[in-house]
């Protein structure tokens, strides 16, 4: 779904106040200069959000030209548009548009700087998740700031408007039965700035086969963005909706390009597990591919060999497993004990500090945590010097044996 779409999704715009009722509130006025002051005087806002201020305009119009900037002019132009903004969010109506920070997993939103750096200059708020990053969509200085709004003008009418729908309300009961996995699956999309209805909406669009789908789903299809093409492959691919919800939110730059790769694999026969490990740790599915190819081992076995290898920590790369002789490597069976390799790493001397893949790698070839230690203070370092190494001491031990049977192999 784009952009609009997912607006359009969310429902008709919200009044200033429930059962298209007029919203009503004391607002201070000010002087032609801008100043507010103590003087206040009732502001309506009909339900189709145009503004009855209680008298007339004209003179603040003529003020505003020749350059003064009049409160209840700002009122009308500026703070009332933001107010109905606002009501929107509020209501869940319509969505604020999130950026994730996919380093730290933090989220902020796409229009905000009202949060100063180390510098002094102005920057985005960050939230540790969506929920909070939606919750400051509806901050008042947040909203003042990204809308050069007077505050002081503002928050009353935000006030009044929580009030008259009844505080910061929760999700309407019923509107997404039969449609979430958890009992309070409603509210969590509301606490996510969803409306229940929106998730209705999105299952039908993607005519998900399953009844009963996990809020997460519905959350990261929102405000992550995923193409259709690649949650319709993933839905095809797998009829599990924990697998959908987990594919949306690892989402990554390869799969808006190659939106059925991840399908494939599983089409392939590769386990979700197998899958999610070596995606987390780095892993794309061109390498998968790759590995594959170059070690004329299957999908799975491919897959299922990066995932071994990130299980103990390591990551190597396709030229590591799929190399001459050595493309056994590719094997998930041949990949080093986690506590081998942790004994590996802790009996080498002070200044042997190879990176903990590459002791991998060649202990995977020694097969010997004795004879990996000695490859790796000699300075070895990939699995292919450590076969030669190897290699190399075999055949002059073999011919020490030719020499002299009694040599011990």
Known sequence: MDTDARIRMCGPDAGPAPRRGALV???????????????????????????????ELEVERVAAALGA??????????????????????RRRALPVLRRRTATNQWSLADCSCAPDELGHTAPHLHDDVAAAVEHSRDPHHLATTWA?????????????????????????????????????????????????????????????????????????AFLRPPDAYVNAMVAASGDPDVWAWAVWSLRAEDYRTTSARADLLRAGVPVTALRTALDIGYTTDEMRALSLHSDRS???????????????????????????????????????????????????AGCT????????????????????????????????????????????????????HTPW
Do not use: M
């Not at 009049?70 to 009122?75: A, D, I, Q």
């Not at 490597?329 to 990949?335: K, N």
């Open 299 to 349: 999908l799975r076995a491919s897959v299922d060999a990066f995932a071994a290898w990130a299980r103990i920590g390591c990551r190597p790369g396709v030229e590591d497993l799929a190399w001459g002789v050595g493309r056994v490597l590719a094997d998930d069976r041949l990949v080093p004990d986690l506590a081998a390799l942790d004994s590996l790493l802790g009996s080498l001397p």
């Open 25 to 55: 509130v004391e607002v201070p006025c000010g002087d032609l200069s801008g100043a507010l002051t103590e003087n206040a005087h009732p502001v309506t806002i009909r339900p189709d959000w145009t503004v009855d201020i209680g008298h």
């Open 354 to 405: 190879p990176s903990r893949t590459s002791a991998g790698l060649v202990l995977a070839v020694a097969a010997d945590v004795g004879v990996a230690r000695d490859l790796l203070i000699r300075g070895i370092r990939t699995p292919t010097d450590a076969f030669d190494q190897l290699e190399d001491h075999r055949l002059k031990l073999r011919a020490r044996c030719v020499a002299d049977p």
């Open 69 to 90: 900037a009049p409160s209840c002019l700002h009122l009308i132009t500026d703070v009332v548009p933001l107010l109905r903004a606002f009501v929107q969010l509020e």
């Open 149 to 221: 709004c007077d505050e002081r003008l503002l928050r009353p009418l935000l006030a009044a408007a929580v009030t008259a729908y009844g505080g910061h309300s929760r999700a309407p009961r019923g509107a997404a039965d039969g449609v979430l996995l958890e009992d309070d699956g409603a509210q969590i999309l509301w606490d996510t700035g969803l409306h229940p209805g929106w998730a209705v909406a999105a299952h039908r669009h993607f005519k998900l086969p399953s009844r009963s789908v996990p809020a997460a789903f519905f959350t990261g299809v």
